[in-house]
């Protein structure tokens, strides 16, 4: 195992600019829900009550856990540059998992508000 997979998570605090402290990991990122197989040595489970720095984009049908937002309204935003996805594959790979950051989808959330409130 790397030195960087053997660090614990740290935490910091961001988006207090914004109104709205978040506190999110620095170490080896969180994911919310199960890890997917595979993928034990990148994350570590989202366990405790801060937010976890990555999710799984839900499934077809599926709803945000922290946003409620549908899965196509998460992705045509992504894919827009409103906030940050992860795309991972293994070497060769055509299909792979998409993660959404946490922090970028909810600072991209906190904008939209400041605009709506000015």
Avoid at 13 to 19: E, P
Avoid at 40 to 49: S, T
């Amino acid at each position: 195992m790397s030195a960087s997979m053997e660090t614990k998570t740290q935490l910091q605090t961001v988006g207090a600019d914004l109104g709205g402290a978040l506190t999110v990991p620095t170490g080896r990122p969180l994911l919310a829900g199960p890890v997917p197989k595979g993928f034990e040595r990148v994350f570590e489970p989202f366990e405790g009550r801060i937010a976890p720095e990555f999710c799984k984009l839900p499934p077809p049908r599926g709803r945000c856990p922290f946003t409620g937002a549908s899965r196509t309204w998460l992705l045509e935003h992504a894919e827009a540059g409103h906030f940050k996805i992860v795309r991972v594959r293994k070497p060769g790979a055509v299909r792979g998992a998409v993660f959404i950051h946490v922090p970028s989808l909810l600072e991209f959330l906190r904008k939209e508000m400041e605009k709506e409130q000015s």
